[in-house]
């Protein structure tokens, strides 16, 4: 015979409890019963309920004003969601070609819309940033950093949560990776370029410019890799020690 194996209470917990707010028993701002009330409602002691608490702290689902002792249920933030799933594609092994392909299918998409959502103050944003970037390129000052900033207003600009919440995950991985690359082969020029005419493209509202724009931005992100002799079916977790040796 198998053996049974039983989640621990506390998990059991939190999952009805997550059912109750996700079926909209329990409102998005509302303020979670006591804990004493939490118990007898689910006929579980107190500790148990502490601990469903802790839980859906952790997942963002309940959280607590700052200073304040009362619990409301709250929209997790986009990171706080993206994180085990970030965990998960580094412990699975992800390669950057499974990370490069994936962003090459997302990414053009999420350039095209902005070119239609995108307000007047995200434009500036993507002014603002290209202005940035342009003063710190040749130095390769803080150019990852302002490459992440760009597409995640890009992202924004969307207009579409679904993509935003889609990519999060392997954004974390895919362009913090392309640092060194940028260091050692001055591809700093190149993304510069990239930008700006994506920048251009979704203030002209002109979606097929943005688009094929971003495709080749992003197919220069694979060239990078191979002209820096980096294996792009390694596993993203080894790239660290690529990284280090790349300077």
Known sequence: MQPVHSEPAYKLAASMMRDRILNGEIAVGATLPSELALAELLGVNRSTVREAIR?????????RKPGGKKLFVSVPKTQVVAAPI????????????????????????????????????????LRENMDR??????????????????????TEACGNRAMQLCRQPIVALF???????????????????????????VAERDAET???????????????????????????????QKRDSIQ
Do not use: C
């Open 55 to 63: 839980l859906l702290e952790e997942n963002g689902i309940v959280s």
């Open 86 to 125: 970030t965990g998960a594609m580094i412990l699975q092994k992800i390669t950057f070609n499974e990370l490069y392909r994936t962003m090459h299918t997302i990414e053009p998409v999420v350039a095209a819309d902005a070119t239609q959502n995108a307000t007047e103050d995200q434009i500036a944003l």
């Open 133 to 154: 970037t342009e003063a710190l390129a040749p130095d390769h000052v803080d150019l990852s950093r302002l490459d992440i900033d760009f597409h995640n207003i890009l």
């Open 175 to 201: 362009y913090p990776a392309f640092d060194a690359v940028m260091k050692r082969l001055n591809a700093g020029e190149r993304m510069v370029e990239a930008h700006r005419q994506i920048m251009q493209a």
């Open 210 to 240: 943005a688009q094929e724009w971003m495709r080749r931005h992003i197919e220069d992100f694979k060239r990078g890799y191979e002209l820096a002799n980096l294996d792009i079916d390694e596993p993203i977790q080894n790239l660290p």
